[in-house]
């Protein structure tokens, strides 16, 4: 069995923890406002057991993906004290919010240990390809540029600038980027309907995290042995491209190809300045096979002082929900493509992907998805769609509006219902997408 196939898999684990916490943020709001819990189910039935405890029917189901709270009187009929039918608009308001809720905390608590223990790490962000006749190559941006600022803001991810160049399509964007160790300053207006697969400006970006570039092997005979470059060194510059993370070793490998470059290497403490002759290559060569260089990325964490862990693993919480939401309205206006949406099955290619490509410690990049995922699941679940808690949510601030008068629960329930179809329908449509994206072998990954 495959490693990728197996680190797929995570996604399983994942996904039950994040809905069984979505589904104990409705327990917990049940039980606080006086309303009876009929049943708390882990999976979707049929159902495989079920037991009694605290006046709770606890089910385990078939089906392995989900959970769900019954409570009584959510079919608006129940006209019991302890009945969510019973209760105030606004105590029902609490109950539908609270799943979300939940997940927005587990995904500031999975923040606040990824910066307490881990630290915070920061990305580099190049562009990879310029389309011909696009703003961007009218800015004169390059492939191996790297984007250090957009529209005034610090670059942290691939993100920021695809996001930036949405918002500021059809005025002029400035941009400052780093090219042979020097910031160019230059100016860009991304376009409002790009040409398909190209995006506002033109050009694909891709990051790297900024790392310590060391040499865990040399091939007896080859390029970098004859340089002296030896196993545990760290690359420090290559010619004059200062190596910060992988793809500036790779453009410092490329700017000296078929000529004689100097290396700078740190070794056992101090640096040595080596000369490495190269073989003419191309832009898809292997630079570590052409230099017979083994090379393993050791990323660089920032240590967070404790003070200051919870408002940065806060702070950054809230920056993905930002983001999120940005993508989600770009998605809405049609400013960013669809092919990015995915089922649990395209959740697991994305997974096993960046565990394959990321040289974070797995725990780390597992905790990111589990916060990444657990900030959508809130946000989707808010949207005002019916069957959705959002949906259930606009139904209750109706009620408001109308001065305490409820649309009538047959009504509503056929809504939810008609929501509930339409919705299973679309996953079923993005689950045959991601089987023909994953027997395509087509990447989510730039």
Same mark, same amino acid.
């Given at each position: 069995?495959?490693? #990728?196939?197996?680190?797929?898999?995570?996604?399983?684990?994942?996904?039950?923890?994040?809905?069984?916490?979505?589904?104990?943020?409705?327990?917990?709001?049940?039980? +606080?406002?006086?309303?009876?819990?009929? !049943?708390?189910?882990?999976?979707?039935?049929? @159902?495989?057991?079920?037991?009694?405890?605290?006046?709770? *029917?606890?089910?385990?189901?078939?089906?392995?993906?989900?959970?769900?709270?019954?409570?009584?009187?959510?079919?608006?009929?129940?006209?019991?004290?302890?009945?969510?039918?019973?209760?105030?608009?606004?105590? @029902?308001?609490?109950?539908?919010?609270?799943?979300?809720?939940?997940?927005?905390?587990?995904?500031?608590?999975?923040?606040?240990?990824?910066?307490?223990?881990?630290?915070?790490?920061?990305?580099?962000?190049?562009?990879?390809?310029?389309?011909?006749?696009?703003?961007?190559?009218?800015?004169?941006?390059?492939?191996?540029?790297?984007?250090?600022?957009?529209?005034?803001?610090?670059?942290?991810?691939?993100?920021?600038?695809?996001? +930036?160049?949405?918002?500021?399509?059809?005025?002029?964007?400035?941009?400052?980027?780093?090219?042979?160790?020097?910031?160019?300053?230059?100016?860009?207006?991304?376009?409002?309907?790009?040409?398909?697969?190209?995006?506002?400006?033109?050009?694909?970006?891709?990051?790297?995290? &900024?790392?310590?570039?060391?040499?865990?092997?040399?091939?007896?005979?080859?390029?970098?042995?004859?340089?002296?470059?030896?196993?545990?060194?760290?690359?420090?510059?290559?010619?004059?491209?200062?190596?910060?993370?992988?793809?500036?070793?790779?453009?410092?490998?490329?700017?000296?190809?078929?000529?004689?470059?100097?290396?700078?290497?740190? @070794?056992?403490?101090? !640096?040595?300045?080596?000369?490495?002759? *190269?073989?003419?290559?191309? =832009?898809? =060569?292997?630079?570590?096979? =052409?230099?017979?260089?083994? *090379?393993?990325?050791?990323?660089?964490?920032?240590?967070?002082?404790?003070?200051?862990?919870?408002?940065?693993?806060?702070?950054?919480?809230?920056?993905?929900?930002?983001?999120?939401?940005?993508?989600?309205?770009?998605?809405?206006?049609?400013?960013?493509?669809?092919?990015?949406? =995915?089922?649990?099955?395209?959740?697991?290619?994305?997974?096993?992907?960046?565990?394959?490509?990321?040289?974070?410690?797995?725990?780390?990049?597992?905790?990111?998805?589990?916060?990444?995922?657990?900030?959508?699941?809130?946000?989707?679940?808010?949207?005002? *769609?019916?069957?959705?808690?959002? #949906?259930?949510?606009?139904?209750?601030?109706? !009620?408001?509006?109308? #001065?305490?008068?409820? &649309?009538?629960?047959?009504?509503?329930?056929?809504?939810?219902?008609?929501?509930?179809?339409?919705?299973?329908?679309?996953?079923?449509?993005?689950?045959?997408?991601?089987?023909?994206?994953?027997?395509?072998?087509?990447?989510?990954?730039?």
């Amino acid at each position: 069995m495959s490693q #990728g196939f197996l680190n797929g898999l995570y996604i399983i684990p994942i996904l039950a923890v994040l809905i069984l916490v979505h589904e104990f943020g409705h327990f917990f709001a049940a039980r +606080s406002v006086g309303v009876k819990v009929e !049943e708390f189910g882990i999976g979707i039935p049929p @159902r495989i057991k079920g037991w009694m405890w605290d006046g709770v *029917l606890w089910s385990i189901n078939w089906i392995p993906f989900g959970g769900f709270v019954k409570v009584l009187g959510e079919d608006g009929k129940s006209t019991d004290p302890r009945s969510m039918n019973a209760k105030a608009p606004l105590q @029902r308001a609490f109950f539908l919010v609270a799943g979300s809720g939940m997940n927005f905390l587990l995904a500031v608590a999975l923040s606040v240990v990824v910066v307490g223990i881990q630290g915070v790490s920061t990305s580099n962000v190049y562009i990879g390809s310029v389309a011909p006749k696009s703003p961007a190559a009218n800015a004169g941006w390059k492939e191996g540029d790297r984007i250090i600022e957009v529209g005034g803001v610090p670059v942290r991810s691939a993100d920021d600038v695809g996001r +930036s160049a949405r918002d500021f399509a059809g005025n002029p964007m400035s941009v400052v980027i780093l090219r042979d160790g020097k910031q160019v300053d230059t100016t860009v207006t991304p376009r409002v309907n790009p040409p398909q697969g190209e995006g506002p400006t033109g050009v694909g970006v891709s990051e790297a995290l &900024v790392s310590n570039v060391l040499v865990t092997a040399v091939a007896p005979g080859s390029p970098g042995a004859a340089a002296g470059i030896a196993p545990g060194d760290a690359i420090v510059s290559v010619g004059d491209v200062d190596v910060t993370d992988q793809f500036a070793f790779a453009s410092g490998i490329e700017a000296g190809s078929g000529g004689k470059t100097s290396v700078v290497v740190r @070794r056992g403490g101090s !640096e040595r300045t080596l000369t490495l002759a *190269l073989p003419p290559l191309d =832009a898809n =060569a292997d630079f570590q096979q =052409a230099t017979g260089l083994t *090379l393993k990325l050791d990323p660089i964490f920032t240590h967070v002082p404790a003070m200051d862990v919870i408002p940065r693993g806060l702070s950054d919480a809230l920056t993905q929900t930002g983001q999120m939401l940005a993508g989600l309205r770009d998605l809405v206006t049609g400013r960013a493509p669809l092919a990015g949406i =995915a089922g649990p099955i395209g959740m697991g290619q994305i997974t096993s992907e960046v565990l394959q490509s990321s040289p974070l410690p797995k725990w780390v990049t597992l905790s990111q998805i589990a916060t990444l995922l657990s900030l959508n699941l809130a946000i989707l679940n808010l949207l005002p *769609l019916p069957a959705l808690d959002g #949906g259930r949510m606009l139904f209750v601030i109706i !009620e408001m509006l109308r #001065g305490g008068k409820r &649309v009538a629960p047959e009504r509503e329930g056929i809504v939810h219902l008609a929501g509930l179809v339409i919705l299973l329908g679309l996953m079923f449509i993005i689950a045959f997408l991601d089987v023909g994206r994953l027997l395509g072998g087509r990447s989510f990954l730039p």
